[in-house]
């Protein structure tokens, strides 16, 4: 099991850490070259960054998860990056740093207008126009949340993982109900939000990324075959915002 980032890391890279609602995300670039990407669990407290960091290595973070940002803020080789160091209009005060990265990314990469779904923890919905203004977006819980939440939240309910195939849409035990019920419900609701958008914005580019993306594109181009061929994937999407803001 590797514990710290020699293993990826060199002097000649600089370092990007997104903290998430469930885990620290690290990736490295060497010049324009996204290298290498590393996931591991939250610091505990009292652990401090530099057991997992190589010495003198700059480290650039976002966070959404203010205990864990604490714990990075006396790292004197890190630089947070904020709301007001994203160029995009309208953003507002409790967005999430990791969304308007993500849609930075999205951005700079494809051409604005463009529309972002991040299918993390929360599977979220974020767009800005032609002219790299934020016109809001949206916020559920994701799959594998849902799941848990009928498992942990109900006395009769199993507590099931995430189905790797498209299930059928009426489910002939309670897991299968359960899958069904969670998975074409998204489905529909992200199908309603691309169409929405592209009554808006013709043409636009939409990228799905976050943990469970590239599944969700498979479960998308299964139901929804033409309309999940036009989907780009990007699962690093938030480093590539990130990227973009200190070479902007």
């Known amino acids: 099991m590797i514990t710290n980032l020699c293993a990826f890391a060199s002097l000649r ?14 990736a490295g670039f060497r010049g324009k070259e996204l290298q290498w990407t590393w996931h591991r669990e939250h610091l505990m407290p009292g ?12 480290v650039y973070i976002a966070s959404v998860v203010p205990a ?8 004197p080789h890190g630089r947070f990056i904020g709301l007001e160091d994203i160029p995009l209009g309208n953003l507002y005060p409790t967005l999430g740093v990791d969304r308007a990265l993500a849609l930075w990314g999205a951005g700079v990469t494809w051409g604005f207008p463009c529309l972002v779904i991040d299918g993390g923890t929360a599977l979220t919905f974020t767009g800005a126009n032609g002219d790299r203004i934020s016109v809001g977006g ?11 939440s009928l498992g942990r939240g109900t006395a009769a309910l199993p507590l099931i ?4 195939e498209l299930p059928n849409r009426w489910g002939l035990d309670t897991p299968g109900a359960i899958q069904s019920g969670v998975i074409y419900t998204i489905l529909a609701g992200i199908k309603e939000f691309i169409t929405n958008w592209w009554e ?7 990228v799905l990324t976050g943990a469970d993306g590239g599944l969700l594109l498979s479960f998308l181009r299964a139901r929804y075959p033409s309309l999940g061929e036009k989907v780009i ?6 480093f590539w915002g990130m990227r973009g803001i200190l070479h902007y």
């Open 161 to 164: 993982g995430l189905s790797k």
């Open 200 to 206: 808006d914005f013709p043409g636009s580019q939409v």
């Open 138 to 148: 949206a916020i559920l819980p994701g799959l594998r949340l849902q799941l848990k």
């Open 13 to 26: 890279e600089t370092i990007y850490l997104v903290i998430g609602n469930s885990r620290l995300h690290f």
């Open 233 to 238: 994937i990007e699962e690093n999407l938030v």
């Open 47 to 58: 652990e401090l960054p530099e057991k997992i960091v190589p010495p003198g290595v700059p």
């Open 68 to 75: 864990q940002a604490e714990l990075w803020c006396n790292y």
